[in-house]
């Protein structure tokens, strides 16, 4: 009797079949991956490749799923070339983007993979795949991430053969969406101070590639899409599928629609320049891409992200922690740093309520602009006679952490180092040497050169109290070279390259765990899921104008969490010379980390009130900004008011920010219906001034979201924000 009960329990525990993430139908080869409330199903068909069947809503049934079959062919196409393959290698009649190409030794470039087995663990799922002939294995790796529907796959590719095998392209997936005509395509274009502006267009049939050949992430494009159909969705429904690469290197999305109406995204390591040999057994490993789906618009596929980005990627994602403000003095000295201006900006940016205080560009070396010191990471004795220690005294005494700029990865060849190390520097002998920024790169791929910029970094750290460093990266790859190794393996700087500085951020954060970092690539340059999980923030732009950064920081929203998209206070006219009053900048930089980079020399009295209200203002709604969830109302792009809406974890408090930027002489603001909300709740709305329209000051969710709010926004620049916090 004991045992009976005994196992009744135990299997009563037991997950049921249905509710684990991962099922395998073995009757049907079916791989069943459930992530929130989408699935993903993969088969093996009859062919024994590895097919694509189904990425949507969740559906309810296993028995709904039938086998995988391939697709019909005829004298011009192939079976497996009409079929949506998971991970098709380049061979046999495949004529669209692959997701693996290799050459081997002998000149043999033809690849077929077909599936030999798997393996399920929890939430993992790996398949694995292997040449018909030779031993080139590929392991599908695929992982679920129930809290927020998001999936991830990569692939790991080994050379089992007795001879070299050099690949030629690796991606990290391709996702299909259902067949059919018309699908839009969402994704990110810019360049720099202009960075992530949300493009949006017709897939067209053929290819469209978007891409970075720079060895960074770019500011010209992110590695970020999104899917609909035929622009049947927009913020608040419709079926969307998004996708965002985990690679701070060289990229490339390949969109295309086969004459056959299939829309396909195949991303991954960039092909250009690529070529990556491995020895008899060696292995490497794709970028690992990580894709989405919703069936209720692009609003909600924007928060799974931020919630998987702040809940599963970022540094602090087991006990997340607010974001602080910061006080950063680029804009105000740029190079002419010195320890006596840095204090009095210090003892100003405390009284304000900053929380770090950041010294930027031309502490070290003969940085006195920007055409030398870059490589010699000693402090300038001039500006500093006493080192770094009195000031961070200072700033520490003021109750602020201090912050660091550096930027590790270049030298300027008027520097101590390039004299000491020519060859250090990226370049093909006896070829020119292209300066951006008046700078070159070290070679990081080199590991000798990987482990001095640690050295003298791990230095810096433990002789400072320093919390907070800045890494910047302020041009692109040009001339590739790495003359010292053999030709056929140069090529594999662009990716040891970005591996040698991942390494960098993951050591100096295991050892030193106080110390967080910001992303800064000349502004928005390396922002990507490959760089998240080891920076707290980044630097959204360089372009710190208000009005142009609204723009800016809305297509950063389609991808990234507000939490992690640092957002400055800066003076005016700025950048295109437009000036927007002192409250609007606040409140459109408070929509995201929020920063000061402004002179606070040239402040008078009313900018120090208005900056210490709005600074108290912003620690209140931070947790609802930074750790909420954001429903962009009003788009920059399409209205002459740009609104957003935060709605806080526990959904107490919601924060709306409004701008008014070309207002049609009598034209009132359009209504705000909020989102997000309890309909039956009561809410006190406490607007920042006098701009709401009407006395009400305890509705419901109901009215808010349904009867909406009116703003008296007039002319051109004006901007408001509104509290609403629940009343029980
Ligand atoms: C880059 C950064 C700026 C600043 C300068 C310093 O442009 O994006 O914020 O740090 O470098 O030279």
Redesign the pocket.
């Not at 105000?332 to 009095?344: I, L, P, R, S, Y």
């Not at 009003?634 to 930027?661: C, I, M, W």
């Given at each position: 009797m004991r045992w009976t009960f005994a196992m009744a329990a135990f299997l009563a525990m037991l997950p049921s079949v249905e509710a684990q993430p991962i099922r395998y139908l073995a009757d049907k080869q079916l791989w069943v991956l459930e992530s929130g409330e989408s699935s993903y199903v993969v088969g093996v068909n009859e062919l024994n490749r590895l097919q694509h069947v189904y990425w949507g809503k969740k559906l309810a049934r296993n028995e709904d799923f039938a086998p995988a079959r391939s697709a019909r062919d005829f004298a011009f196409e192939s079976r497996e070339g009409m079929t949506t393959e998971e991970y098709p290698g380049w061979g046999g009649m495949r004529f669209y983007e692959p997701c693996l190409k290799v050459t081997r030794e002998d000149g043999v470039r033809d690849l077929a993979l077909k599936h030999v087995s798997h393996e399920i663990r929890g939430e993992t799922l790996e398949i694995r795949l292997r040449d018909i002939n030779d031993d080139i294995r590929v392991t599908l790796v695929y992982r679920v991430w129930p809290r927020t529907g998001i999936i991830s796959r990569h692939a790991v590719i080994h050379n089992g053969t007795k001879q070299q095998v050099v690949v030629e392209s690796a991606q990290s997936a391709v996702w299909y969406v259902p067949a059919g005509d018309g699908y839009r395509l969402s994704h990110l274009a810019g360049h720099w101070a202009g960075e992530t502006q949300l493009v949006r267009e017709e897939i067209q049939p053929g290819r469209k590639v978007i891409e970075s050949r720079r060895g960074n992430t770019s500011h010209q494009a992110n590695p970020w899409f999104a899917i609909d159909e035929r622009g049947a969705a927009d913020e608040e429904h419709g079926r969307v599928w998004f996708g965002a690469l985990a690679w701070s290197g060289n990229w490339k999305f390949v969109v295309e629609r086969t004459p056959y109406s299939q829309v396909r995204v195949t991303g991954g390591y960039n092909d250009f320049d690529f070529a990556y040999p491995l020895k008899p057994g060696e292995s490497f490993s794709t970028p690992v891409f990580y894709g989405g789906f919703t069936a209720a618009g692009f609003g909600d596929a924007s928060r799974r992200m931020h919630r998987f980005i702040r809940d599963e990627i970022l540094p602090d994602r087991a006990a997340p922690r607010p974001r602080p403000v910061l006080y950063?003095s680029?804009e105000a000295t740029?190079?002419d740093v010195n320890e006596a201006g840095q204090k009095a900006l210090a003892d100003k940016a405390a009284k304000i309520g900053v929380e770090l205080f950041v010294m930027?560009?031309?502490w070290f070396g003969q940085r006195n602009d920007?055409h030398a010191g870059l490589g010699d990471w000693y402090v300038n004795p001039k500006k500093f006679p006493n080192g770094l220690k009195p000031l961070i005294d200072h700033v520490n005494k003021l109750g602020m952490k201090f912050g660091l700029?550096v930027?590790p990865e270049m030298v300027n060849p008027n520097s101590d180092l390039y004299r000491a190390h020519p060859d250090w520097a990226i370049h093909f002998p006896g070829r020119p040497r292209t300066e951006g920024r008046n700078q070159l790169i070290l070679n990081m791929a080199r590991d000798d050169v990987k482990e001095y910029i640690y050295g003298l970094l791990d230095k810096l750290l433990a002789e400072n109290n320093i919390e907070f460093i800045?890494w910047?990266m302020?041009r692109h790859f040009t001339e590739p070279g790495w003359p010292n190794v053999p030709p056929t393996e140069q090529k594999k700087i662009w990716v040891k390259y970005v591996n040698n500085v991942y390494e960098i951020f993951d050591r100096l954060r295991g050892k030193f765990p106080r110390v967080e970092i910001e992303s800064?690539?000349?502004?928005g340059g390396r922002v990507d899921l490959g760089i998240l999980p080891r920076v707290h923030q980044v630097?959204t732009s360089?372009n710190t104008e208000a009005f142009d950064r609204l723009r800016i920081q809305e297509g950063f929203s389609f991808a990234y969490a507000p939490k992690v998209m640092m957002a400055w206070v800066t003076d005016v006219p700025n950048m295109n010379g437009r000036s927007t009053s002192l409250k609007y900048r606040f409140l459109a930089a408070m929509q995201g980390s929020l920063g000061i980079g402004a002179n606070l020399n040239h402040w008078k009295e009313d900018d120090y009130k208005l900056a210490t209200e709005m600074i108290a203002l912003y620690k209140r709604i931070r947790g609802t900004v930074q750790h909420g969830d954001l429903y962009r109302l009003l788009s920059p792009s399409e209205s002459d008011v740009t609104a957003n809406q935060y709605v806080s974890e526990d959904g107490k408090q919601s924060v709306v920010f409004a701008f008014r930027h070309s207002q049609q002489y009598l034209r009132p603001a359009p209504t705000l219906y909020l989102r997000g909300l309890d309909e039956k709740a009561l809410y006190r709305i406490q607007p920042i001034d006098d701009k709401l329209i009407g006395d009400q000051r305890t509705v419901s969710g109901s009215y808010l979201m349904n009867r909406g709010l009116n703003l008296r926004l007039g002319g051109d620049f004006d901007a408001t924000a509104v509290v609403v916090e629940r009343a029980e």
């Amino acid at each position: 009797m004991r045992w009976t009960f005994a196992m009744a329990a135990f299997l009563a525990m037991l997950p049921s079949v249905e509710a684990q993430p991962i099922r395998y139908l073995a009757d049907k080869q079916l791989w069943v991956l459930e992530s929130g409330e989408s699935s993903y199903v993969v088969g093996v068909n009859e062919l024994n490749r590895l097919q694509h069947v189904y990425w949507g809503k969740k559906l309810a049934r296993n028995e709904d799923f039938a086998p995988a079959r391939s697709a019909r062919d005829f004298a011009f196409e192939s079976r497996e070339g009409m079929t949506t393959e998971e991970y098709p290698g380049w061979g046999g009649m495949r004529f669209y983007e692959p997701c693996l190409k290799v050459t081997r030794e002998d000149g043999v470039r033809d690849l077929a993979l077909k599936h030999v087995s798997h393996e399920i663990r929890g939430e993992t799922l790996e398949i694995r795949l292997r040449d018909i002939n030779d031993d080139i294995r590929v392991t599908l790796v695929y992982r679920v991430w129930p809290r927020t529907g998001i999936i991830s796959r990569h692939a790991v590719i080994h050379n089992g053969t007795k001879q070299q095998v050099v690949v030629e392209s690796a991606q990290s997936a391709v996702w299909y969406v259902p067949a059919g005509d018309g699908y839009r395509l969402s994704h990110l274009a810019g360049h720099w101070a202009g960075e992530t502006q949300l493009v949006r267009e017709e897939i067209q049939p053929g290819r469209k590639v978007i891409e970075s050949r720079r060895g960074n992430t770019s500011h010209q494009a992110n590695p970020w899409f999104a899917i609909d159909e035929r622009g049947a969705a927009d913020e608040e429904h419709g079926r969307v599928w998004f996708g965002a690469l985990a690679w701070s290197g060289n990229w490339k999305f390949v969109v295309e629609r086969t004459p056959y109406s299939q829309v396909r995204v195949t991303g991954g390591y960039n092909d250009f320049d690529f070529a990556y040999p491995l020895k008899p057994g060696e292995s490497f490993s794709t970028p690992v891409f990580y894709g989405g789906f919703t069936a209720a618009g692009f609003g909600d596929a924007s928060r799974r992200m931020h919630r998987f980005i702040r809940d599963e990627i970022l540094p602090d994602r087991a006990a997340p922690r607010p974001r602080p403000v910061l006080y950063n003095s680029w804009e105000a000295t740029t190079f002419d740093v010195n320890e006596a201006g840095q204090k009095a900006l210090a003892d100003k940016a405390a009284k304000i309520g900053v929380e770090l205080f950041v010294m930027d560009d031309g502490w070290f070396g003969q940085r006195n602009d920007d055409h030398a010191g870059l490589g010699d990471w000693y402090v300038n004795p001039k500006k500093f006679p006493n080192g770094l220690k009195p000031l961070i005294d200072h700033v520490n005494k003021l109750g602020m952490k201090f912050g660091l700029w550096v930027e590790p990865e270049m030298v300027n060849p008027n520097s101590d180092l390039y004299r000491a190390h020519p060859d250090w520097a990226i370049h093909f002998p006896g070829r020119p040497r292209t300066e951006g920024r008046n700078q070159l790169i070290l070679n990081m791929a080199r590991d000798d050169v990987k482990e001095y910029i640690y050295g003298l970094l791990d230095k810096l750290l433990a002789e400072n109290n320093i919390e907070f460093i800045k890494w910047d990266m302020n041009r692109h790859f040009t001339e590739p070279g790495w003359p010292n190794v053999p030709p056929t393996e140069q090529k594999k700087i662009w990716v040891k390259y970005v591996n040698n500085v991942y390494e960098i951020f993951d050591r100096l954060r295991g050892k030193f765990p106080r110390v967080e970092i910001e992303s800064c690539s000349g502004g928005g340059g390396r922002v990507d899921l490959g760089i998240l999980p080891r920076v707290h923030q980044v630097w959204t732009s360089d372009n710190t104008e208000a009005f142009d950064r609204l723009r800016i920081q809305e297509g950063f929203s389609f991808a990234y969490a507000p939490k992690v998209m640092m957002a400055w206070v800066t003076d005016v006219p700025n950048m295109n010379g437009r000036s927007t009053s002192l409250k609007y900048r606040f409140l459109a930089a408070m929509q995201g980390s929020l920063g000061i980079g402004a002179n606070l020399n040239h402040w008078k009295e009313d900018d120090y009130k208005l900056a210490t209200e709005m600074i108290a203002l912003y620690k209140r709604i931070r947790g609802t900004v930074q750790h909420g969830d954001l429903y962009r109302l009003l788009s920059p792009s399409e209205s002459d008011v740009t609104a957003n809406q935060y709605v806080s974890e526990d959904g107490k408090q919601s924060v709306v920010f409004a701008f008014r930027h070309s207002q049609q002489y009598l034209r009132p603001a359009p209504t705000l219906y909020l989102r997000g909300l309890d309909e039956k709740a009561l809410y006190r709305i406490q607007p920042i001034d006098d701009k709401l329209i009407g006395d009400q000051r305890t509705v419901s969710g109901s009215y808010l979201m349904n009867r909406g709010l009116n703003l008296r926004l007039g002319g051109d620049f004006d901007a408001t924000a509104v509290v609403v916090e629940r009343a029980e």
